[in-house]
């Protein structure tokens, strides 16, 4: 079973439990790799619901301290390149989505992605020629993905994103300071985490992680990726990039944006970022981002665009 | 003047007092005649009751004198045996006559016979009595030593030995003193289990090889008549078996029940007989007794059978024990069981008891029908073993017997003047318990609901087996007597089904090997996980808390242990309780060699039972044992392997093997042995590997699975799919014409069958509102209705509105979207964040245009009207917008179109067409206003 076999597999059952997810990932790998080499650091179902998510394929929540999952319906994102149509497949598909697609007569290209279902991509010089093809393939057109789903977040720093919460108490924590200016985590306290504003704090015990912001003497639990952007915009520290001239939105590895923002800037090409270690850091790269979409991502990750 | 009345009336007076005299007299004479009735009864009720009391004390008076008698010839029996075992030259088995047996009393002529069986290599040469499982299946083991007479005999490699039942059974009473029965006393035991296979099999003795090559021939030793009161040896001899000593005591565990069964004419009556064995290994003979009169027992000796016929109870018949030891095994030597029978479900009878208690155990007294419960230690065995009854015991065992409904107490079966052994065995409530000794529990019918012994049984076999192991003079212990069930037995009921919560509450720990890039290996625990568990659970392990975290189905997450060497070694035992207090466990047997492969369900290398040929596997096995290991693996054609050690990852003293592919079968010993799994042996199965899989045996159309042969794939013939014939493609899988096709498909060959099923997904995926915010406002939750949402890459309108419009993405300068339809205008709502360039509008309508919200205002340079339709949608031709009906909507809609033409704003796109329908659009909205004025 391929990633492929995966998305076919949870497009078929629809939705499940994240054990089911996770047993039909072991099967993936014990299928593909008999040796049982693991091919990354990170775990590869943990890399798989990433692609899977960002990539629109698949939606993970967890409802009632229950992880699952549920496909997205399957969904054509139509973008204007330059004169040109791009369309790129999201969500369920079937085994005759290449099929349907391939028989349009305009330019599909499967594009092969690691840990991810591969891209299915057409390209069309005319936007009716999409419409067409999805069709006849039963997709739902999306205009201008990316726009459309900036276009319905909230910035990181809506106040309403924050949940206030009580410091946690006890031993069992291990406490973390996320520094904004070297871009880690360093060892710190509970007591640091109440005296200290305007820090994004972690606490680790063997089996939970919280993030607590703490901003003017309140806490608020937030997600790592927005706690982390608010606390590089209090102090004022950019990192975003941006090459306008190959459309390339670079962030360090350690500052992923939210899902959204994320998924925003991997429909812009139906590809996952690129990771790449530059200085010595890790750095995600997300491609063929067009610079209105760089700049929305920005705004709402309260980043500046530098080159 | 007197009255002429007078004299009249005195006569009245009188004639009334005369009568009444009268019949005073009649009333005292007719109460005298009753008592003198009621008193002539009386007296001959007394003397009936003083008749019968004589002759009942006549009766008891005969019956004490028969069992004087055979309590002498007992006695006498034991000492001639005892002095021959002491003037027999050691090895040499003892031989007993049988007429020096005692003759049992009167029992039914009926002939029971018993197959004595022994399981074959995993068997004990020293098994003893070996036996079995609570319900199911009975049968005896019964410690047999070397063949007896036959070699002496000069009947060369056939050793036929036939002994009445009583006899061995005597001897086994007689063999208290630490003799073995059927075995020849000998420096070097060669000792054999026998089991008494109770199975109401015909009559037949099986022919085994004994130890010394010697096979008992069928034809001689069996078919022994059970009326014939000597016991027949070939060769002419005396009915013999040997006498051994028993050794010291060996470590002994409870071993399960033996079910012994004394049918009626109508019916099979059943006790079970727990055995205790000793902790050998696995040689225990796992069946159970049944011992069914009258019947043929078998005894399987070893990889031989030996058959034992026995008499029924009290019948002095012989009984042909034709056995033959099992290879040596030297976990087995120094086993001493005893047997004791019980047959529940009848009545106890106190004749029957003076029979029979004597025999190892309860056994059926045809003669009344009647139950007898017999327990046995060695010196009540000897005291009651009768000629006839069940033989190819041991005396050193005790029994219990269990009778739950018996209307008779069992002491009162035994009248008090009886020695004290044989009280105590009857009765039960006071026996010796030595080493190898039985117990006996009824196996409760279907009256009675039990099915297998009580926890108070299984306490008690655990006392047995602690008392077993203590020296040979320690004080007797008091077991409890227990009825026999007299219900009428049923069918046999089937093996007991443990209760599914029972099961889930425990399960196997995996272990799992991964290799990762950096050339080491990870080895974890992975407990599996039942659906009756809880998918987190705290385990207590050697005193610490561990946490059991779900990973996935059926498989908790990972366990890493710092000292996992020491831990594969001696094995590993958790348990934890749920928060509802449920208790759990999980185990992992300790071994030195893991045989680990590729998993359906687990990345990595999980544990499997053996090498499968022609599979990639890991072996995990200890430094000591890997010269071993290697020497197995290279006959096996192993080669390439690469080797981690604790450098590398494996646990601190073992080493893992990677790459070990087996390309040979290779023949295991002759005595298992613990490294057989490193042995692939000629097997082959049926699979059905990868693909798609839904669920069970439902694969997605377009992804079926492969269907292979793992293993010795030689050995595997045709293999057909659908009954049409399947060749192997390139990757060894098997197809046929139409293997892939929606439906069920169904596989055939020789090693087995399978089917699966190939179906088609609906294709009606449907979106929700997985993403959605309020924006920022204030009463956020009331505006969520009103804000649009993020299902994948589909952003959908917001619930309020119902509408099934699709959205549509303006820059924030051009906000308001026109359709063609005079009225249909959208105005897209500001980007949230002012740095923003887009909006997003959920028009019910196909947008056309796009302009600016505020055209009057806006810059003419950089602003503009943005064509949004895929194609030229005509505005409405002048007779339509005559009809058009005017509302604010129209007039709105007329007003952003002209409005942008007052501006002097135009299409953006530059196309002439576009520009000309822009100019329609102008028109229609000019002829709209016009009419609205």
Partial sequence: ?307 | MTSPKVPVFAGIIIVVATVGVVLVVLLFARMRARRATSSTAKARAQAETRKRAIEEEARRQAAAAQREAMLAQLAARREALAKRRAEAPRGAPLTVPAESLPQAPSLPEALTRHQVSMPESAQPRDAGIRHSSVVGPSRISIRADEAPSAAENGQGSQSTSSVPTSETSSEVAAKSDGLRILGSESAEPDESSLALDTQPAVGRLGSVPNELGREASTAQSSEVNAEAAPAKTKGGGPEVFAVEPCKAPPPVGIHPAITHSVPEPSEQRESVCFVQVPETGAELDSTNANVQTPEVAEAEVGDSESTVETPPVGVSGPVAITDSPPPRSAASDTIDNAVALATPGQPTDRETASNVAEVAGEMESPADGGPTNLASNPEGMAAALPQGTHAGVEASSLMRGDSHDSPREPADAVSAAEPKALADVVSGDSIETQRNEVRLFPESDSTSGETEPTTDDLQQLSDVAASAQEDDTAAPKQRRYRMLSRNPAQARPPPRQVPSRTVDRGAPVDVRLSFGRDGRCAISLVPRRTDAMPPTVTVSRRGHDLELIEMQEGWYEDVFIEDLGAELKSGVFWEGRSQVGDKFRWSLGGRDVFVLAAHSQLSGFVDTNRLELNERHVVLCTEEMEPAVQAILTSAGVVGTTQFTSQQGAPRGWIALRNVIPRRVVEPPEVADRLDCLRPVADAELTLEGGVRLQGNTWLAGFPPSIRIRGDALMVGEVRIDGKVAIQNNSSAFQSEDWDTLGSHFVACSVGTATYILVEPERDWRAWPAHNWTLGEDEAAAKLADRPSVCGALVMPPAARSTTSASVVVPLTNSVVLGALPGEMEVCKPMHDRTSKHCVGFPAFRPVWALPLDAMHCKKKTSGVIFLAPSLIPAPSRADARRTPLHGGVLAWCNAILSASRKGLVPTSGDPAVAALWASYRDTARLLRRRLR
């Fill in chain 1, 1 to 307: 079973m391929s990633a492929n076999e995966l998305l076919f597999w949870m497009s078929a059952r629809r939705e499940g439990s994240w054990p089911q997810f996770r047993s039909a990932v072991a099967k993936l790998v014990a299928d593909d790799e008999k040796d049982g080499t693991n091919p990354t650091e990170i775990p590869l179902h943990q890399l798989l619901r990433s692609n899977l998510q960002r990539l629109g394929h698949a939606e993970f929540a967890s409802t009632d301290q229950v992880l699952r999952w549920r496909v997205a319906p399957p969904v054509l994102v139509v973008l204007e390149l330059g004169g040109t149509w791009l369309g790129i497949a999201s969500g369920a598909r079937h085994a005759g989505l290449n099929i349907d697609l391939a028989s349009a007569g305009l330019g599909f290209s499967p594009v092969a992605l690691a840990h991810a279902p591969d891209a299915l991509l057409v390209r069309a010089t005319e936007v009716n020629q999409l419409e067409r093809v999805a069709e006849k393939a039963g997709l739902t057109i999306q205009h201008e993905a990316p726009a459309a789903i900036l276009g319905c977040v909230p910035p990181i720093d809506t106040k309403h994103l924050l949940t206030p919460i009580a410091v946690p108490l006890g031993s069992k924590w291990r406490v973390e300071r996320f520094s904004p200016e070297r871009l880690n985590w360093a060892v710190s306290s509970r007591q640091e985490a109440l005296t200290g504003s305007e820090q994004l704090f972690r606490f680790e015990s063997e089996y939970e992680k919280n993030y607590l912001l703490s901003t003017g003497g309140h806490y608020f639990r937030v997600s790592q990726q927005v706690g982390k952007f608010v606390v590089l915009r209090r102090h004022h520290r950019k990192v975003v990039r941006y090459d306008a001239a190959v459309g390339r939105f670079s962030l360090p590895s350690i500052c992923r944006p939210p899902l959204l923002v994320e998924r925003a800037l991997v429909l812009c090409s139906g590809r996952p970022p690129r990771y790449e270690i530059t200085e010595g850091r890790g750095v995600v790269h997300y491609d063929g981002v067009p610079l209105s979409i760089a700049i929305s991502a920005a705004s709402l990750l309260r980043q500046e665009l530098r080159a």
